[in-house]
């Protein structure tokens, strides 16, 4: 692996095998391993306006099919976030996307299953990297999914931004006769930075002009001020 100021000159998997490419993908994740850590490509949360940043999910079995077994998934406010119902075919999904500044992972698990009524499946709970990074296209890697960036999921976003990825890869390399160079990095970094905050400004309108204001929570987002949110994101919202 390189230092910060170079590109990646190959990869060494755990056996020691080393390969070699013009053009690195990196999806690790929100690890970003390639991008972040050997890069150094600088990460921005946004959790100073969506500060949901943890979840905790657990499955529930049908009671009644044909009147939980509807075709779109159900967003419910809760205390401390969201939470999220989403029927498939043998069973439910459901989750309570929360912000841990307040509320605690046990606290959050206990309110699922409270509002669930399951008391037995076992639950998983997840931590999110909410943020983007300053560029997603660096050197000679391309980051594809949360190894890019990621939004709290209120809107689903998170296959959009990787098969966009894929899109702006395979179309301007189509134009470009397969060669990854530097005006191809800048129209994809581009193109994902707008469509990025464009996503953040949306989602947090969802919570901005809801009409709970009953928890700390809710009132921290609504105190907010314009000035308090970045300019890149007003000016989508007030396109909307």
């Known amino acids: 692996f390189p230092s910060h100021d170079s590109a990646i000159p190959a990869l060494v998997d755990s056996s020691g095998n080393k390969f070699s490419a013009d053009l690195y993908l990196d999806c690790s994740g929100f690890a970003s391993i390639l991008l972040e850590k050997k890069l150094g490509v600088e990460f921005t949360s946004v959790t100073d306006i969506l500060p949901c940043d943890r979840a905790v999910a657990l499955p529930t079995q049908y ?13 419910t406010a809760m205390p401390a976030g969201w939470r999220w119902t989403i029927p498939i075919f043998s069973r439910i999904g459901n989750g309570y996307v929360y912000s841990s500044k307040f509320i605690s992972q046990e606290e959050a698990e206990a309110a699922l299953r409270e509002a669930t009524g399951e008391y037995e499946a076992k639950a998983n709970h997840l931590t999110m990297k909410c943020g983007i990074h300053n560029v997603v296209a660096h050197k000679n890697v391309l980051a594809v999914g949360l190894s890019a960036g990621f939004v709290e999921p209120l809107e ?56 709970k204001n009953d928890t700390p929570f809710w009132n921290s987002i609504h105190s907010q001020n314009e000035e308090d949110v970045p300019e890149k994101v007003m000016e989508y919202v007030k396109k909307f």
């Open 63 to 75: 009671k009644d099919p044909e009147k939980e077994c509807f075709p779109f998934t159900r967003s």
């Open 156 to 211: 689903a976003t998170g296959i959009t931004f990787t098969t966009k990825a894929v899109e702006l890869l395979t179309v301007g390399l189509n134009k470009t006769n397969g060669i990854w160079n530097t005006p191809l990095r800048s129209e994809i970094n581009r193109v994902y930075d707008t469509m990025f905050w464009e996503i953040v400004a949306f989602v947090w309108i969802h919570y901005r002009y809801s009409t």
